[in-house]
């Protein structure tokens, strides 16, 4: 196992972080905050951290009860004419460049292009061969397909040249972006060049350009391109998770102009029956979770079965990956639980005897843990072992000794962690993310996912993970520092240690604020090498695991981009109820209550609590004694109320509405827009029914 090198960073050394701490002499610190309460057990009177994570949004029983009409053979039967129509379509469109790279953008766009492999291969190699190979073949193409024919094909592992736009800044001072026509061509320049490399400093420059652009007149253009835009402008295409992806697009695609109904229906069905294969995948983990009972017995740690399933969605959807999704979803779970282990709730000894336990594997030996020790090590003993079995079964390798070696690894970087907070401790950058680009769980993750590829051998997959070192590299850095990014803050609250953002803030001066823009210049930079390795890595890897290793960092950025979308499931909840149409945990009784009272007498609302906003509604909060009146709204969906960590959060997502906008503009305003109260005080919402007289 050796040999395999699993973790072993071609720049960063994970090693390498693992000498410095071992001169210091430990000593156990109690370190608090204001948002983490202490507890102590009676048995051992051992004063132990708690976070006070919120709780899991999604019961059992609810989960177990969902059910999709999209699981009979008609929906198969449909399915499969609908992509013998797309395929004729895709053949009609074979000899005009524009009308074959807009169908296979559209056709990725829509989720649905994992149906259409080959073709879209031909396609791709046709329109290289006869217009992207070399600079006499590309000379004549307009600037709107040379970016968005660059995009496609350095996506699917083309070696295309930047030089293919060198001429892009005569033409773009030619364009006009209020005109639709013109801010596509802006729209697609800027896409094209987040698939950049490093030194590329013409794609560099049309990022910088485009990105001014499209800013500059957002508020100039409307209808799809706005939305296109709006999109974009949070986060490229090529950081955007595909699944999440497909469902905003089959949206968007269906009310524009000129689309195809045939595209259209197959999009909707492929998702719908997708989503049925996906729900009962949950409902098969949600099973493994509640018999584990770490919910119960190991109640500090956060439970969030339905987000550690959302995760294994985002890194591959395609029903072929069903028992991967299954077996990430444990892996997730683990991870989840012994990182709260390590990170919260273990003594610093505790910790020590843990991860020597799990470096020896020895179920022998768990009589030395404390209780929730005890559980905690056997099921995930039980949970590996009952991984590698269903390996075995699915692919004929035995895996076992692998993945308990680079468990015990991915242990050893919690264990350096509580160490460093433990000491006081405080890493340079570099030393920081030689270990926490590994215990960000990303090497791990893809080392599962490698063992569930189709090799022959161990051996095979032992080779073909040791030549994937720098695209598992860069996809955990990423991860890592988008991770950091979102949590930071009420990790270090809470007593944790210190992230890549206090590392650089120590080791150079930087406020918090440049801090973070050089934790975002690094995620830029390294996703310049993920894309090399990406374009290399076609010739190696299946074109499965590169998606995977790229899903990963993209997942990060989506689950974290609006803060703890991990550890604050509300902050997430929407997108788990579009993606798996799951409904609020509350009964119609209880939403009713809410605001069922005249504005005379409101109803004082829980932490908790579902809204269902009717058109006339008043929201207040209770601060200090003091009302502060949030005004009218006008809201049609159901919202909750939430209070977690230190601070006590009210996130309304509600606004008021603007006569002046369209029916579509205010519902794309509705989808933006988030109004956000915090205090440390304790809220209450009062809800009451607006009445004619009071709106006058």
């Known amino acids: 196992m050796a040999s395999m090198c699993l973790f072993a960073g071609p720049i960063l050394s994970y090693k390498r972080s693992l000498t410095p701490i071992s001169s210091f002499d430990i000593q156990k610190r109690l370190h608090s905050s204001t948002s983490t309460s202490m507890a102590v057990t009676a048995v051992e009177s ?12 999604w019961s059992f029983d609810h989960i177990q009860s969902l059910s999709s009409n999209y699981t009979g053979e008609d929906h198969v039967t449909r399915a499969n004419a609908l992509k013998e129509t797309v395929k ?14 807009e169908i296979i953008d559209d056709l990725q766009r829509l989720g649905i292009g994992n149906h259409f492999k080959d073709e879209i291969h031909d396609m791709l190699k046709m329109i290289y061969d006869h217009h992207y190979e070399n600079d006499a073949k590309w000379d004549d193409i307009d600037l709107n397909l ?28 030619n364009l006009k972006p209020h005109i639709m026509e013109d801010m596509v061509v802006v729209l697609n320049l800027y896409e094209a060049s987040y698939h950049c490399f490093e030194n590329e400093s013409i794609l560099d420059e049309i990022r910088d350009l485009t990105t001014n652009i499209l800013k500059e007149n957002l508020g100039n253009i409307d209808g799809d391109i706005s939305l296109l835009v709006s999109q974009a402008l949070k986060f490229p295409l090529h950081w955007r998770v595909p699944r999440v992806e497909a469902k905003w697009y089959i949206e968007l695609y269906e009310k524009r102009n000129g689309s195809n109904p045939i595209l259209i229906e197959l ?4 998702f719908d029956m997708s989503q049925a294969i996906h729900l009962e995948e949950l409902k098969h983990t949600s099973r493994w979770w509640k018999n584990l009972r770490w919910d119960d017995k190991l109640s500090f740690a956060r439970d969030r079965l339905v987000e550690h399933f959302m995760w294994s969605l985002g890194f591959s959807y395609q029903p072929q990956f069903s028992l991967g999704r299954k ?13 709260d282990v390590y990170d919260v709730y273990g003594t610093l000894d505790e910790l020590e005897l843990f991860t020597d336990i799990v470096d020896r594997w020895d179920v022998n030996a768990i009589e030395e843990l404390p209780d929730y020790m005890k559980i905690c090590f056997l099921g995930f003993y039980n949970t590996i072992n009952e991984i590698s079995y269903n390996i075995l079964t699915e692919t004929g390798l035995i895996v076992l000794p692998y993945l308990k070696k680079a468990w015990a690894d991915f242990i050893k970087t919690y264990m350096m962690e509580a160490r460093w907070y433990h000491s006081g401790y405080k890493p340079t950058l570099e030393e920081y993310l030689d270990n926490a680009y590994v215990s960000i769980g990303g090497p791990l993750i893809l080392l599962h996912v490698m063992c569930l590829s189709s090799f022959t051998s161990t051996q095979q997959m032992l080779e073909c993970m040791q030549n994937a070192e720098n695209i598992i590299h860069y996809s955990s850095l990423i991860s890592r520092l988008a991770n950091d990014l979102g949590t930071s803050t009420e990790e270090i609250a809470r007593g944790d240690t210190p992230k890549s953002i206090q590392c650089y803030m120590h080791e150079s001066g930087a406020t918090e604020e440049e801090a973070r823009m050089h934790i975002k210049s690094l995620i830029l930079e390294t996703w310049k090498k993920l894309n090399k390795e990406r374009v290399s890595g076609y010739s190696r890897f299946s074109k499965e695991f590169i998606e995977c290793a790229t899903n990963i960092p993209r997942m990060t950025q989506f689950m974290y981009n609006e803060g703890d979308g991990h ?7 929407s997108h788990v109820l579009s993606l798996f149409c799951l409904t609020h945990r509350f009964d119609q009784d209880r939403k009713h209550k809410c605001i069922n009272h005249d504005i005379g007498n409101p109803h004082a609302v829980k932490e908790g609590d579902a809204i269902l906003m009717g058109s006339n509604v008043r929201v207040e909060f209770e601060h200090g004694g003091e009302c ?11 919202r909750r109320v939430y209070a977690g960590g230190a601070q006590r959060r009210v996130q309304c997502l509600m606004r008021k509405r603007e006569n002046s906008r369209t029916d579509e503009e205010e519902e794309a305003a509705k989808q933006e827009e988030a109004f956000n109260y915090s205090t440390t005080q304790n809220l209450d919402v009062n809800v009451g029914l607006l009445t004619e007289a009071d709106e006058e």
């Open 88 to 101: 004729m379509i895709i053949r009609r469109q074979m000899g005009n460049l524009s009308t074959t790279l």
């Open 267 to 270: 999009a909707k069905l492929d």
């Open 46 to 57: 051992v004063v132990r951290r708690l976070a006070n994570y919120d709780p899991t949004l």
């Open 146 to 173: 040379k970016a968005l024919g660059f995009r496609i094909l350095r996506q699917h592992g083309y070696q295309v040249p930047q030089d293919i736009l060198c001429n892009f800044k005569d033409k773009l001072q």
């Open 327 to 339: 077996i990430l979803t444990l892996v997730n779970s683990l991870i989840t639980s012994i990182d």
């Open 628 to 638: 502060v009146d949030m005004g009218w709204y006008a809201e049609s969906k159901m």
């Open 567 to 573: 550890g604050h499931p509300y902050i997430t909840e």
